[in-house]
């Protein structure tokens, strides 16, 4: 199992997109008008101004002036948050520059039928390329002629040079969607056994009225996975540190790198618990449970 453990992303670092300009930083000298909005980098919210005058309120410490609202869709792939979707009509074209060293990327909730990534050096010279279609491809001949291809919303690629301020040139063919951009660096956790689960949990209601109707309200849904790890034994420390450092941080998850077909391992969001048994003189056992974001 691999873990990616995320590089912070700020406004600032997003260099160029199609999807629409940036809310404007706030700045305790204005004085803002009701429905005004604001990015604090502090939070990395954007905010709306619900009482005016709002001149030396700071948005995350006056809820009677300010309240979190939607990002700018230009920044909502890049907030950390499943549920905020960046969207376009067309091709998806961004660009974000990051600092430090990084070796992979993921993205969540895309939509299209195409993505593109492309590596280049702080000097602009390209230090990696990858390209990957969206659509499944058809198992046999019946589903090629009788089943339509299904999106795949998740994609990582893991080949990435590690070098300072590179910049990753992004472009999802379109009609395009992207919920989310993970870049940060891999660890490697240890090899999953034979065994794992994975489920959902989900958020959606189901009302029954007085004479018996039933009817459902669809809403969220996490994914959950449970898996053991086998790991050598000079792993332990690192392995343990590394565990503990991510704790209550969003990181991506990939049960079976390299593979496929258990894309349903692959998960972007934190561990519920964790334990590691000494089990062998050689080896040690490393019991996870994962659950997504919503």
């Known amino acids: 199992m ?14 160029a997109s199609n999807a629409g300009a940036a809310d404007a930083e706030y700045l305790a000298t204005k004085s803002y008008a009701l429905g005004d909005r604001a990015f604090l980098t502090a939070t990395g919210k954007t905010y709306e ?57 993921a993205f969540f909730g895309v939509v299209g039928s195409k993505i593109q990534v492309t590596q280049r050096s702080a000097a602009g010279a390209v230090l990696a390329a990858f390209s990957k279609p969206l659509q499944t ?50 660890f490697d956790l240890g090899d999953a056994e034979w065994g794992a689960t994975t489920s959902i949990i989900d958020y959606s209601r189901k009302n029954t009225a007085a004479d018996g109707i039933q009817s459902f309200e669809r809403g969220r849904f996490s994914r959950r996975m449970s898996v053991c790890l086998e790991q050598p034994r000079e792993r332990y420390p690192a392995v343990q540190r590394s565990l503990e450092s991510v704790r209550a941080t969003p990181c991506v998850w990939i049960g079976m790198p390299g593979s496929e077909a258990y894309s349903p391992m692959t998960i972007y969001g934190f561990f519920r618990d964790f334990s590691i048994e000494v089990t062998y003189p050689t080896k040690h056992l490393c019991s996870l449970e994962i659950e997504s974001l919503t």
């Open 2 to 15: 691999l873990l990616i453990r995320p590089v912070k992303v700020t406004p600032a670092m997003v260099t």
């Open 49 to 105: 101004c619900v009482q005016a005058p709002a001149l030396g309120k700071s948005p995350d410490a006056e809820p009677l002036y300010w309240m979190v609202t939607t990002p700018s869709n230009r920044w909502s792939m890049y907030d950390t948050e499943i549920s905020t979707t960046t969207v376009t009509a067309g091709d998806l074209t961004t660009t974000v520059q990051i600092p430090a060293r990084v070796n992979a990327v």
């Open 137 to 186: 491809q058809p198992a046999d001949w019946y589903e090629y002629f009788f089943s339509e291809p299904e999106q795949i919303p998740d994609v990582v690629f893991t080949g990435l040079v590690p070098s300072s301020g590179s910049r990753l040139e992004i472009v999802i063919t379109g009609p395009a969607a992207c919920a989310a951009v993970v870049a940060g660096n891999t």
